[in-house]
């Protein structure tokens, strides 16, 4: 079945410092892609969803300015959070869909993001 | 607005017992629904799907799904649990059927296999 990575699997950083996630689809081209975040104990909440060579469309409440998200090609999507503080500290999960496989969505393992 | 519902947040239940964990929807159109599992500090694995078809769905491990249109539900069963079953559960709705259409997820049901 269709894989999706991410890169790192956890990041410890400092406050104040930015921190990039990269999520690759490994054997598929993903049109779209979509960033969560999760706290301890609750659910994944939608932050992004971004298309292949179009801005990024934010959810409600997801500081676009603090959490950049770039999808320069069929393969890759980027999550960068910027001067990163404490209570950015999360789970990342990306995930990713293909026009060949609109009816699934898949999911990578995780970035769990730690800010001091 | 579209929702998700789990209305167990916990379930304990003891090895080889049946379970079900409960999942409701809000929305006004076609959906996809979705139950995912995911094991501590793992990413989640698609248990089940359905899209269209049969109401009944059946996806790995053992767990099963029925779609119910009237009732806007899809609870998750599994007729008996394992330890290994142990893990947190989500129930997830498509709203539409594009390739650029948002999956919302439930708030979760922690699932405790007692030995």
Redesign the interface.
Known sequence: GAVVSQHPSWVICKSGTSVKIECRSLDFQATTMFWYRQFPKQSLMLMATSNEGSKATYEQGVEKDKFLINHASLTLSTLTVTSAHPEDSSFYICSARSWGLVETQYFGPGTRLLVL | AQSVTQLDSQVPVFEEAPVELRCNYSSSVSV?LFW?VQYP????Q?LL?Y?SGSTLVKGINGFEAEFNKSQTSFHLRKPSVHISDTAEY?CAV?IG????D???????TSLSVIP
């Not at chain 2, 948002?102 to 708030?107: A, D, L, S, T, Y």
């Open positions: 996809y995912y500090n793992q990413g989640l698609l799907k899209l989500f498509r059927k594009t390739s650029y948002k999956v919302i997820f439930g708030p979760g």
